[in-house]
């Protein structure tokens, strides 16, 4: 079984299938539920448990680790792909008692009715002794959701974090070995689930400076044995800063909007400005929401259907507007037949990002030399607001 210290096991399961997460979030390399086993020279903890499509695989890593008796288990975090088998846990090992905080305990009783009587909570602080080994927790809540907290194994110095640091990747090696691989498929992670608390995730990051960490164990994807990197990492991402990057998500029917988009983005690129640009129809939502992890600007690009936006595209503004990205700029591009309400429609479903809108660029049927000109405009704009927010010099 693989060991992180003397006595730290992993304990999890690889999820090498998993293609899908909510249903929603796309998961290209599959994921890990990491649940770890901490043996002190008088008691015996284990933090969190797994996803229960993985339940056989917790259960017999716990019997080839030679678990008689379990005396903890730390619930860092309510949500089911953690905490979805404490129940089965508790069923084998009868004196454990689950180990968390009063807001985690109350969603584990009433999200998958765990007795009262099997629960012990701690205090933002609080230790509890394993006997040579000693787990002090840390409230680090919404990352991502309020209750969530980590362990300082203090003697060991290892931080486990559960989903915070976390990256959708499944790997057979404990540890990160690839950064570059690990640094994609934590930013995914970071873009699709955390990117909404990022002030939250500042002042967990604050929390956390002055310990000494040797290892970062999250819940998702590898250990990181230096742990620097995904701290950096996780302060550029949470950050104000943006960079001088325009998303372009576009979604064209008769192929309008598709030329407004090819000028555009030429006219953004030829200023200097870095494009990323994704076509709805059939985009991984998680490529667009990593870009949008950076970006100064968004353009959304629609053609009208009916009166209103192509629905790719309001799909994408509802998407953009729940993940809450930095972005400074937006606009709207687009086209129509007759009439409609476009722009109206998707300023209306970017109410939480807070971004100025630059002047839309709507124009009936195939664009004439004047819309190009209004998109070159655009792109002056774009690069001026850049400009003027010191994202470029
Ligand atoms: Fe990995 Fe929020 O659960």
Same mark, same amino acid.
């Not at 009715?113 to 099997?118: A, I, K, Q, S």
């Given at each position: 079984m693989k060991q992180l210290k003397p006595n730290v096991h992993f304990a999890g399961a690889i &999820?090498? &299938?998993?293609?899908l997460f909510d249903e929603l979030i796309p998961l290209p390399d599959g994921t890990t539920y990491n649940a770890y086993l901490i043996r002190g020279s008088e008691k015996t903890a284990l933090l969190d448990a797994v996803d229960p499509t993985k339940a056989e695989v917790l259960i017999d890593n716990l019997v080839r680790l030679g678990v008689d008796k379990l005396d903890y288990l730390v619930a860092h975090h309510g949500e089911q792909d953690h905490s979805g088998v404490i129940g089965d846990v508790l069923v084998l090992y009868p004196d454990a008692k689950v180990v968390t905080n009063p807001k985690c305990k109350e969603m584990l009783m009433s999200h998958?009715? =765990?007795?009262? &009587?099997?629960f012990i909570t701690v205090a933002d602080g609080e230790s509890l002794s394993l006997g040579d080994k000693t787990l002090r927790f840390i409230y680090t809540p919404w990352v991502h959701w309020p209750e969530t907290m980590s362990t300082w194994l203090v003697e060991d110095k290892i931080l486990f974090t559960?989903?915070?640091?976390?990256?959708?990747l499944a790997s057979s090696e404990l540890f990160v070995s690839d950064e570059a691989q690990v640094y994609e498929s934590a930013k995914r992670y970071f873009a699709e689930? @955390? @990117?909404?608390f990022r002030k939250p995730i500042l002042n967990n990051l604050e929390k956390i400076k002055d310990l000494d960490i040797e290892m970062i164990a999250p819940s998702h994807g590898p250990v990181y044995n230096r742990p620097q990197f995904i701290i950096d990492a996780y302060r550029d991402w949470a950050g104000e800063e943006v960079k001088n990057e325009v998303v372009v998500a576009y979604v064209s029917m008769h192929g309008s909007t598709r030329r407004m988009v090819d000028h555009l983005v030429d006219a953004l690129s030829d200023r200097g400005i870095v494009v990323r640009q994704f076509n709805?129809?059939? =985009?991984d939502i998680g490529k667009l929401a990593i870009s949008l992890v950076d970006a100064a600007t968004l353009v959304l690009a629609s053609p009208t259907m009916l009166v209103g936006p192509h629905p790719n595209a309001a799909y994408a503004a509802i998407l953009a507007n729940a993940l809450r990205?930095?972005?400074?700029y937006a606009a709207i591009i687009g086209s129509y037949g007759w009439a409609g309400k476009l722009v109206d429609q998707l300023v209306g479903m970017l109410g939480n990002l807070k971004v100025e809108l630059l002047e839309p660029v709507v124009v009936k049927g195939m664009p004439t030399d004047e819309n190009f000109e209004a998109l070159d405009e655009l792109a002056d704009k774009i690069l001026q607001k850049h400009k003027e927010a010191g994202i470029i010099a």
């Open positions: &999820d090498w &299938d998993r293609r998958l009715h =765990v007795e009262e &009587d099997r559960c989903d915070f640091f976390g990256s959708h689930i @955390m @990117m909404p709805l129809t059939g =985009v990205p930095k972005t400074r």
